[in-house]
């Protein structure tokens, strides 16, 4: 009876949670990286966090922008989160104005939304950026911010 009960409640468990277990992912197993110059303005590294771990399509990087340095134009499939983490920077959605973050304010980039983020003009940034993949994919990148744009600062189109 034991036994039937034992296979009863196996057979009633989802696959995923038969073989789950807790991982433990130590900091720095991901290399740091610099900012692809296609994707990015100025002085940038990309420290990937995780990766996608099935079934979740999440991943995470942590990025550190030098003052003036910003992403090029992207949208992202499943939407993005950013979490300041220090600095001040900027964030622009296409056809709006840039607007200022700062430590500990969270940014939400719903999913296909045009926009770029970075350091201000003055202050470098650490972000946290936390995406979903559709397809493999996270990010489709674009043209880059040109410099007048980016020169306007937070508050204009």
Not at 85 to 99: A, D, F, Y
């Amino acid at each position: 009876m034991k036994a039937l009960l034992a296979l009863a409640a196996l057979v009633a468990t989802p696959a995923w949670a038969q073989t789950a277990h807790v991982e433990v992912f130590r900091a720095g197993s991901h290399p740091a990286v610099p900012g692809p110059v296609e994707r990015f303005t100025g002085m940038v590294t990309v420290q990937p966090v995780f990766d996608p771990h099935a079934p979740s399509t999440a991943s995470a990087g942590t990025v550190t922008f030098q003052p003036g340095a910003h992403s090029a134009w992207h949208r992202h499939p499943k939407g993005q989160y950013l979490i300041v983490l220090s600095g001040v920077g900027w964030t622009q959605e296409e056809g709006q104005p840039i607007v200022e973050i700062l430590p500990g304010d969270v940014v939400w980039c719903p999913p296909g939304v045009k926009h770029w983020h970075g350091a201000s003009a003055t202050t470098g940034l650490v972000q946290l950026s936390v995406q979903e993949a559709v397809d493999g994919k996270n990010v489709e990148w674009l043209e880059k911010v040109s410099d007048a744009d980016y020169a306007k600062g937070p508050g204009v189109k």
